[in-house]
């Protein structure tokens, strides 16, 4: 996969299938879009994803985890468009002509019911569609995907991901949601209670379930490994200034410092807390364990 980020001055030589959108999360409704274009692969054109980049914005997913998903997907470019102002105050009908037909040589468009484009989002696919049968190129709008009867949107998984409803999260977008990160060196508190940890400490801008313990499964050079995390600020041992993510694994323990890991989320236990000793954070610590392993149909003994 090709990506084109950074710059506004971008040209795409080849026949395109390209859908546009945010797509933060790329959950399922993401899905069904990329499912559409990569179709078109067989009639020849290359398949594009277009979105913008918002800079600091708090996300669902980070840059170089959206381009992993979809380059496992098989898209072959991804054009993050920097949000500035020769683009954001470009009318609808000029972003039509100037970036879809000049630059990127679309000849067909992916969209969703309720998308919209161009200065103050004038545009939206009833543009596109009049547009398209002036300038060559076809337009499917695709309806949202539903779960439950309700509509899956980045907002409504941002909602349940803030209660820290992981296993419904994870439903909405497909797979579970993770962070990713190296593994710094912490205080080793941890080790000493015979319980070592692996410390991450994810970009700000990542979106993260509220503070406190679930089970979850770690990725390591392509193993996974099933253990719990827990998500705040360590206000036992003396607390930290930034929220970081700390993973006991049930059966690993080795050196990882400096490894790039990624934690994926599932079940939800308990909320961070203060404990009176290192005794009793201890304590609790092996009933999370027993917790964890039960989540996920194991036992002690198994």
């Known amino acids: ?46 398949s594009l994803i277009f979105t913008f980049d918002f800079g600091d914005r708090p996300v669902l997913l980070l840059p170089q985890e959206r381009e992993e998903l979809l380059r496992r997907r098989g898209v072959d470019y991804l054009l993050e468009c920097p949000f500035v102002e020769e ?81 419904l999260v994870g439903q909405l977008l497909g797979y579970a949601y993770s962070v990713t990160g190296e593994v710094l060196h912490g205080r080793k508190i941890g080790r000493t209670l015979g319980l070592p940890t692996i410390n991450l400490l994810p970009e700000e ?45 049930f059966d690993l323990d080795r050196d990882l410092y400096g490894e790039i890991l990624t934690v994926r989320f599932y079940g939800f236990e308990r909320p961070e807390k203060k404990f009176a000793s290192l005794e009793e954070l201890k304590n609790r610590i092996e009933q999370d364990v027993e917790w964890g392993r039960m989540y996920f149909g194991e036992s002690e003994n198994s």
């Open 1 to 46: 996969m090709k990506i084109i980020e950074g710059t506004t001055e971008f040209q795409i030589e080849e026949q395109t299938a390209v859908s546009l959108g945010k797509f933060d999360g790329l959950h399922l409704g993401h899905q069904l879009l990329v499912e559409r274009i990569l179709e078109k692969k067989r009639e020849g054109l290359k």
């Open 87 to 167: 683009i954001s105050h470009m009318e609808a009908e000029d972003f039509v002509k100037e970036i879809l037909v000049r630059r990127l040589h679309a000849r067909y468009l992916a969209v969703g019911t309720d998308f919209h484009f161009g200065h103050h989002r004038k545009g939206d696919y009833r543009l596109l569609k009049r547009m398209g049968a002036e300038y060559g190129f076809e337009v499917e709008v695709v309806e949202k995907a539903c779960w439950q009867g309700e509509e899956i949107s980045s907002s409504r998984i941002r909602r349940e991901l803030e209660q820290g409803n992981m296993e």
């Open 205 to 249: 801008r990542k979106l993260l379930p509220p503070n406190g313990v679930y089970a979850t499964r770690t990725v390591i050079a392509g193993e996974i490994f099933e253990g719990i995390t827990n998500i705040g600020y360590k206000p036992t041992v003396g607390g930290e200034t930034r929220r970081g993510v700390e993973t006991y694994l």
